[in-house]
């Protein structure tokens, strides 16, 4: 996967500087070519405005503008902004959180407490298996359904699927 990271723009968005410079320090590691961060969602729907990113990491909970607004209006921007991968970091993955994640238009999970290994899944997941996006009259993100012949073995799979069509 290290192979054309040189070339990603990628924007962290939390209010937990440790949680920044862990993510930030992975995703460099990884071959990651430009970094961007800011403190909360109004900042990182600034930093949008001013520098494109390829990915966002965005955290659930902070001040000023939480994880779901800032999907909400990154969905809601003209042109190919509104097409950015979003992955949710979260501490809370309960059921509840993560439909009002999905249904503000996320990309995929990320619960904290993290491991490099699952930051760079994400990552690979959002450029390797991007999901077509749906526009509707009450939604704009991505397919929620996902379909592999090897099942989805995330926390969100419905055990009674056998047909692969899995929601998130």
Do not use: C
Not at 46 to 62: C, G, K, S
Not at 69 to 80: H, M, Q, T
């Amino acid at each position: 996967m290290t192979q054309g990271l040189g070339a990603l723009r990628i924007l962290v968005v939390d209010d937990n500087e440790q949680m920044r410079t862990i993510i930030g320090t992975v995703l460099a590691a990884a071959g990651v070519g430009r970094l961007f961060y800011a403190t909360d969602g109004r900042h990182g729907l600034d930093q949008l405005m001013h520098d494109p990113v390829d990915v966002a990491y965005v955290d659930y909970e902070m001040p000023t503008m939480n994880g779901l607004d800032f999907i909400s209006r990154a969905r809601a921007l003209p042109g190919e902004t509104r097409y950015l991968p979003i992955i949710m970091l979260t501490g809370h993955s309960d059921l509840p959180r993560l439909n009002a994640a999905r249904d503000r238009g996320v990309n995929e999970f990320l619960a904290k407490p993290v491991t490099a290994r699952d930051i760079l899944k994400r990552l690979e997941s959002v450029i390797m298996r991007p999901r077509p996006y749906v526009a509707a009259a009450d939604f704009f993100g991505p397919d929620r359904r996902r379909r592999s012949p090897l099942g989805y073995a995330g926390p969100m799979r419905r055990a009674a699927d056998n047909a692969g069509v899995l929601e998130l």
